[in-house]
């Protein structure tokens, strides 16, 4: 396999993962509650937004697979964040002394 097809398929993967976890976030309604939260997924959307033209341009393979790599920690971040959020709000368990 040519080493551009290997690392286009590497960012796809990576593509794939982050846009399956914001869509899983999307379906949990695990929407951002807490001023880091938002500041996260604002993060992740601008840098989507700021990304995609150089993500869609063929002439660009060797800039896709860290530009993906990035989207992709920066979703798990916010993934992360929504998580820590939804666990800190939530009511401690009544359980009876063992």
């Known amino acids: 396999m040519h080493s551009d097809e290997s690392e286009m398929r590497a960012a796809v993967r990576e593509l794939a993962a982050a846009l399956e976890t914001m869509l899983n976030l999307v379906r949990a309604d695990a929407l951002p509650t807490t001023p880091e939260a938002h500041r ?3 993060e992740v959307m601008v840098f989507l937004d700021a990304s995609t033209d150089r993500i869609a341009d063929p002439d660009r393979i060797g800039e896709i697979l860290p530009l993906a790599s990035a989207l992709n920690k920066l979703v ?5 964040q929504i998580l820590d ?8 368990p009544d359980h009876p002394n063992v």
């Open 85 to 92: 959020d939804v666990v800190t709000a939530s009511p401690v």
């Open 40 to 42: 996260l997924m604002r």
């Open 76 to 80: 798990i971040s916010a993934r992360e």
